[in-house]
């Protein structure tokens, strides 16, 4: 039998299996929500690098949910703009392990960088004396450095158990891109070991740092009632809800995507999460920093008074 297995060497994206004039629909929908993606992630950028009031712990690690935020929507959604417009949506194996490894770097880093982002705020309301000694620059850079590496190493690890799989055929990959579940469905050995290594990281990468957030916000939400003043209690809640509705989202699509029990249609189901995921939760995630933020708002209107006066 092992001599008559032809490998594959490339596969072919189903994508959404809708009409033409849908598809057409769709595809300038989804382009104007990645520009808009794109747009918000990199105002947000330049409002954090050119106003100096801006340089705090805080927004250096929403600088990097912003990279990290465009990362993640430019490894997904122009593949699939391309593949709407093309009838033959292939994809070579190695850009699609290289998708797949991207994407869960991408997604994991994201997590990490949303727990420390929820331990500055602990620091900032519960330790306020001490925030500076606590959250010094060498402290936010180790923190930032290890997100993105760990981030990338349990991505690493994945991959490499996909790569000790033989692909035989078939080569259908029920996705928009090499989402790894999906890409795991395609191969010709027992995938065990990877479904049990992808449920322990979502422990470790989901539950874990879910657990360390809420943790970290019921301190913050005991502080905040001790707190006398009426406008500091608004002050500090207009801090937190804007991370608390980022955290929100980004977990909860994830825990429903990889832990809850299959829907009667799991593949629908996954391409709408990872709809979720790669195009809309990096759109949203500027538009509830900048409406629910009076910093960011206030420099925005700060570089833009600085554009009329020039």
């Known amino acids: 039998m092992a001599e008559n297995q032809t490998w594959v060497t490339e596969f072919i994206l189903l994508g959404f299996p809708l009409s033409p004039s849908v ?42 949910l912003a990279i990290v935020d465009i990362s993640y929507a430019s490894n997904n959604v122009p593949k699939m703009l391309v593949n709407m417009l093309n009838k033959k949506n292939t994809i070579s194996f190695v850009p699609c392990i ?3 490894f991207l994407y869960m770097a991408f997604a994991h880093t994201e997590c990490l960088i949303l727990v420390v982002m929820s331990h500055d705020r602990y620091v900032a309301i519960c330790h306020p004396l001490r925030y500076s000694v606590i959250m010094s620059w060498r402290v936010c850079t180790v923190q930032a450095v290890t997100s993105w590496t760990c981030g990338s190493l349990l991505a690493l690890v994945h991959v490499g158990l996909i790569l000790r799989l033989p692909f035989c055929g078939p080569h259908e990959i029920n996705h928009f891109f090499c989402e790894i579940l999906s890409v795991l469905k395609l191969a010709c050995a027992d995938t065990r070991l990877n479904q049990a290594v992808i449920f322990s990281a979502c422990v470790f990468i989901l539950l874990g740092p879910l657990g360390l957030v809420l943790l970290s916000y019921a301190r913050i939400l005991a502080a905040i009632l001790r707190i006398q003043s009426g406008e500091g209690r608004r002050k500090a809640f207009s801090t937190c809800s804007s991370h608390l509705c980022v955290v929100g989202l980004f977990f909860g699509s994830a ?36 409406l629910r933020n009076k910093e960011v708002k206030g420099a925005l209107r700060r570089v833009l008074w600085k554009d009329r006066l020039m």
Do not use: C, W
Not at 25 to 51: E, K, Q
Not at 52 to 64: E, W
Not at 275 to 283: I, K, R
């Open 23 to 64: 598809q057409t629909l769709l595809f300038g929908l989804f382009s104007l929500l990645y520009v808009l993606t794109l747009l918000g992630n990199g105002v947000i950028l330049a409002l954090i690098s050119l106003d100096s009031r801006l340089h705090t712990p805080m927004y250096f690690f929403l600088s990097h």
């Open 255 to 290: 825990i429903v995507m990889y832990m809850a029990p299959k829907s009667r249609h799991p593949e629908e189901q996954q391409k709408v999460l990872s709809l979720f995921y790669s195009l809309f939760n990096p759109m949203l995630n500027p538009l509830i920093y900048s």
């Open 98 to 100: 290289m998708q797949t």
